[in-house]
């Protein structure tokens, strides 16, 4: 390829007599702020604000659907693609070369034709680094040289890329465990309402994670609450929801396998809980009690305002062995098929109307888009339908989720975007993806006089700045008590 690599100006967007259409629309929303409200990137990229290491530790290793891809042939090993075992002791060799990582990502850039990830990646590459070579095995170390240099300059440090990137928000995920001090760093430093912390409960919940009672300790210890039996372990939950409020979270986030929002008796819950410390709570058990904890999260959202985010349907580490070696999120996380109808009504009917809940939820599973969400966030006051969300957020199942969706829900029972990922430069490729996409959707609802065009860039602006901002208030922080 002897021409510089440029990427057209109207990708994503339809072909046809859509396009000009389109292209109107996406005009009024391609320079918007980006709010940010569920992602995975670590805090301490913006606490810390290092340069980045190299291009491998930023754009290759980070990035499960890119490191899926490539080991997907069979031809290369996550030690390979620079993934450590959990047992250091292991003789496994570990590839320690990140030119030797990146080439091997190079070599295999063909794989990501027709994907999302390719999508990202060349609005990396190109748009926020400056590239001009699409990557080859034959150029794999001179991009290398060329970004590895592009990385040391200032201009290309987190924060900096925050503001070029038009980022207004962004919302990290972190335990519950966690002593946030790193936000309350930034908060020092003025970035408190701009990278905000996320309630990520969910090894507390599963009482037959093989870890449980560790985490349990940690949140004892953490919150200064003795979590060592239910009521105790309930209170310490509560304390630690309100100092992530406390430090600028808007939501919580659960990433359960099934949706079961069934509420137990309290004497039964105690019980499981007990049966859990001394490790004889059954399967069943351990099922009951995470959907139980799933109602009792609800509740408490009724009580602080936390904005409660649903995010079912994964089945992680599908590859046992892979996981137990290199540990969670390692071992392959498979979709499966949800239901929702049944297990959010015991949720729904408790909160679904109270006017200080808010939940959002999400799928893996589009078939319940228009069966089952759509019907529920096109009633429940409470209720939005969150976006699609790690294998749905291409261009076609962006698509498909608005053609699903948008008759019954509308456009104002949904979330606004979310980039979901940690992947740090490709959220600006995500959320343009977004943008374009729900441009080419409205730009047919105005092609088939269905909207006027006025109607379609409003509704896109709304999408693109305004929903998420009204789906994920800040929360007041409550009074003191004495």
């Known amino acids: 390829m002897s021409e510089a690599w440029v990427l057209h100006p109207d990708r994503a967007l339809p072909a046809g007599e859509l396009r000009p259409l389109a292209k109107e629309i996406y005009a009024a929303t391609a320079g918007l ?16 604000d290092r340069p980045f290491p190299d291009p491998a530790q930023l754009l290759v290793v980070p990035d499960h659907y890119l490191v899926r891809m490539v080991i997907s042939q069979g031809q290369v090993s996550l030690p390979q693609m620079g993934v450590a075992p959990v047992d250091a002791s292991a003789e496994v060799e570990v590839e320690q070369d990140p030119r030797a990582i990146w080439r091997r990502f190079c070599e295999h850039w063909h794989l990501f034709r027709g994907t999302p990830t390719r999508y990202w990646l060349e609005h990396e590459l190109v748009e926020v680094f400056g ?15 060329e970004l590895s240099e592009i990385l040391r300059r200032p201009e290309f440090r987190p924060r900096a890329l925050f503001e070029r990137f038009g980022l207004e928000i962004i919302a990290t995920t972190d335990p519950a465990t966690a002593d946030l001090a790193q936000h309350a760093s930034l908060a020092a430093e003025g970035w408190g309402d701009r ?3 996320t309630f990520r409960p969910d090894p507390l919940l599963h009482v037959d994670r093989a870890d449980w009672r560790g985490q349990l300790g940690a949140l004892s210890e953490v919150s200064g609450v003795d979590a060592g039996d239910y009521e105790g372990y309930l209170a ?38 007990r049966a859990a410390l001394t490790g004889e709570a059954t399967a069943a058990e351990a099922q009951a009690f995470s959907g139980h904890m799933l109602f009792e999260m609800a509740r408490m959202s009724t009580e602080d305002g936390l904005v409660m ?70 009633v429940y006051p409470a209720m939005k339908l969150g976006a ?4 749905l957020d291409s261009p076609d199942g962006m698509r498909r989720y608005r053609e699903a969706v948008t008759e019954t ?11 979901d990922t940690r992947a740090y430069p490709s959220i600006p490729a995500r959320f343009d993806l977004n943008r374009r996409v729900d441009a080419g959707y409205l730009a047919r609802l105005v092609a088939e006089h269905r ?9 896109a602006v709304d999408l693109a700045y305004h929903i998420p901002k009204a789906a994920y208030p800040p929360v007041r922080v409550p009074a003191v008590a004495g």
């Not at 909207?451 to 509704?459: H, P, R």
């Open 309 to 378: 985010q649903l995010h079912p349907g994964s089945l992680r580490d599908h590859d046992a062995g892979l996981a137990r070696a290199f540990g969670h999120d390692k071992g392959y996380d498979i979709p499966i098929g949800t239901e929702y109808t049944r297990s959010l009504r015991p949720l729904l009917e408790a909160f679904g109307h109270h006017p200080n809940f808010r939940f959002i939820v999400f799928t893996l599973d589009e078939t319940t888009f228009s069966r089952e969400l759509a019907p529920l966030a096109g």
């Open 131 to 145: 590239v001009t070579r699409r990557p080859s095995a034959e150029n794999a170390d001179d991009l290398f040289d």
């Open 195 to 197: 990278v905000v912390p």
């Open 388 to 391: 699609p969300w790690w294998f």
């Open 33 to 48: 702020p980006l709010v940010s409200m569920h992602g995975h990137v670590d805090v301490g990229v913006f606490a810390q």
């Open 451 to 459: 909207l006027e065009m006025d109607e379609a860039i409003e509704t």
């Open 236 to 273: 310490a939950l509560r304390q630690r929801r309100r100092a992530f409020v406390e430090a600028g979270a808007r939501a919580t986030d659960h990433g359960h396998l099934l949706t079961d929002t069934t509420q137990l008796p309290a004497r039964e819950a105690a019980r499981i809980f």
């Open 409 to 419: 829900a509308g456009f104002y029972n949904t979330s606004g975007f979310v980039d």
